[in-house]
């Protein structure tokens, strides 16, 4: 039954088509209607974005489980295998709460970039007006790279030695950062922007919401573009940590896919949302860290000791246990500067 993927890619490459479709007029409707002219997001607004890509990300979970409880049960290579109808509805059920798993540990795991964002845009010194725009391409780019990520994870979990390479990398890196210092981020470091210096000459100051512009018949590169590229490659940094944790959850394609695709869309209002306050949630990262170990375990060990398979609610609970204890953690226990800062006022 491992063995068998519920959902492959010829029987639903339609579906993949239709979906993507959706996500690129969903994009467009985003940036040609509602940012068509720049502007700072407000809170209000970012909450209200926030809200419709959760919704939209939990009415797809219910659909699909819907779908697959109608589906699988008639599945001939499920019949083969012996699998009953009520067997069946039970592995529907199971496949949207992977869904469901995958797109918590996704969006958790989009916290990070969240930092990232703050960094670059202050570094650069790109208005608020702008970041929009910065990330609406940023998220492109980023959906275009997990794509590419999730088929040759895909590939390459055909292998049972990669499940304890990808493992055993999710476990050390939850360690590093449990336990490693931090490093401030310094963009210009950056050896993709440094590889974008060689070939695009940089203006200084900015043109607008323009990427490009032509100066004494020359193209050049705006702090928006420059911004734009070291968003590209932190995400690309990322998603070698998020889609084998994905896959740590589930070895269904369409499963890592969609559940990639909805946490990646809700990123940039979540950015609006959170980028002032996420310095209160400073034992988030040690959270993300532990999640990033359990499902190491879980990929390398846990599965394979609860007999191919850890029980899905248990994997949502912990993964959510540990990011809502965190969260509460940091309000109980603020960091000093803002304690002294809150007795001042």
Same mark, same amino acid.
């Given at each position: 039954?491992?063995?068998?993927?519920?959902?492959?890619?010829?029987?639903?490459?339609?579906?993949?088509?239709?979906?993507?479709?959706?996500?690129?007029?969903?994009?467009?409707?985003?940036?040609?209607?509602?940012?068509?002219?720049?502007?700072?997001?407000?809170?209000?607004?970012?909450?209200?974005?926030?809200?419709?890509?959760?919704?939209?990300?939990?009415?797809?979970?219910?659909?699909?489980?819907?779908?697959?409880? !109608?589906?699988?049960?008639?599945?001939?290579?499920?019949?083969?295998?012996?699998?009953?109808?009520?067997?069946?509805?039970?592995?529907?059920?199971?496949?949207?709460?992977?869904?469901?798993?995958?797109?918590?540990?996704?969006?958790?795991?989009?916290?990070?970039?969240?930092?990232?964002?703050?960094?670059?845009?202050?570094?650069?010194?790109?208005?608020?007006?702008?970041?929009?725009?910065?990330?609406?391409?940023?998220?492109?780019?980023?959906?275009?790279?997990?794509?590419?990520?999730?088929?040759?994870?895909?590939?390459?979990?055909?292998?049972?030695?990669?499940?304890?390479?990808?493992?055993?990398?999710?476990?050390?890196?939850?360690?590093?950062?449990?336990?490693?210092?931090?490093?401030?981020?310094?963009?210009?470091?950056?050896?993709l922007l440094r590889l974008l210096r060689r070939?695009?000459?940089?203006?200084?100051?900015?043109?607008?919401?323009?990427?490009?512009?032509?100066?004494n018949g020359v193209r050049h590169g705006t702090?928006?573009?420059?911004?734009?590229?070291?968003?590209?490659?932190?995400?690309?940094?990322?998603?070698?940590?998020?889609?084998?944790?994905?896959?740590?959850?589930?070895?269904?394609?369409?499963?890592?896919?969609?559940?990639?695709?909805?946490?990646?869309?809700?990123?940039?209002?979540?950015?609006?949302?959170?980028?002032?306050?996420?310095?209160?949630?400073?034992?988030?990262?040690?959270?993300?860290?532990?999640?990033?170990?359990?499902?190491?375990?879980?990929?390398? !060990?846990?599965?394979?000791?609860?007999?191919?398979?850890?029980?899905?609610?248990?994997?949502?609970?912990?993964?959510?246990?540990?990011?809502?204890?965190?969260?509460?953690?940091?309000?109980?226990?603020?960091?000093?500067?803002?304690?002294?800062?809150?007795?001042?006022?």
């Open positions: 039954m491992n063995s068998i993927t519920l959902f492959p890619f010829a029987e639903y490459w339609w579906f993949y088509a239709s979906f993507t479709v959706a996500v690129m007029g969903m994009l467009a409707l985003d940036l040609g209607v509602f940012h068509r002219n720049a502007h700072a997001v407000s809170m209000k607004e970012a909450l209200g974005w926030t809200i419709t890509w959760c919704v939209l990300a939990l009415t797809f979970c219910f659909a699909f489980w819907q779908y697959a409880e !109608w589906k699988l049960p008639q599945d001939p290579r499920l019949i083969a295998a012996g699998v009953t109808a009520e067997a069946a509805q039970a592995i529907a059920r199971q496949s949207a709460l992977e869904f469901l798993t995958g797109y918590v540990i996704e969006l958790s795991l989009s916290v990070d970039n969240i930092f990232v964002f703050v960094v670059v845009f202050t570094f650069f010194g790109i208005p608020r007006e702008y970041q929009h725009r910065v990330l609406f391409f940023g998220i492109l780019g980023a959906l275009v790279f997990r794509v590419l990520f999730i088929s040759l994870g895909a590939v390459l979990m055909k292998f049972h030695w990669v499940i304890w390479v990808f493992g055993g990398f999710l476990v050390l890196t939850g360690l590093k950062i449990l336990f490693a210092p931090e490093k401030p981020l310094d963009p210009e470091k950056n050896p070939f695009v000459p940089i203006t200084p100051q900015l043109h607008g919401q323009k990427f490009l512009v032509m100066q702090p928006l573009l420059v911004a734009l590229m070291a968003i590209e490659f932190s995400d690309i940094i990322f998603a070698v940590d998020s889609v084998p944790a994905i896959f740590a959850i589930t070895r269904e394609p369409l499963i890592v896919f969609t559940s990639n695709i909805f946490a990646i869309l809700g990123l940039r209002s979540m950015f609006f949302l959170l980028s002032g306050v996420m310095h209160k949630f400073h034992y988030l990262k040690y959270g993300l860290g532990i999640v990033l170990i359990f499902v190491g375990l879980k990929m390398a !060990w846990l599965n394979e000791a609860f007999g191919g398979k850890f029980p899905i609610t248990w994997s949502l609970a912990i993964i959510a246990g540990v990011l809502g204890s965190s969260v509460v953690v940091s309000l109980l226990f603020p960091k000093p500067a803002e304690t002294h800062a809150g007795s001042a006022g």
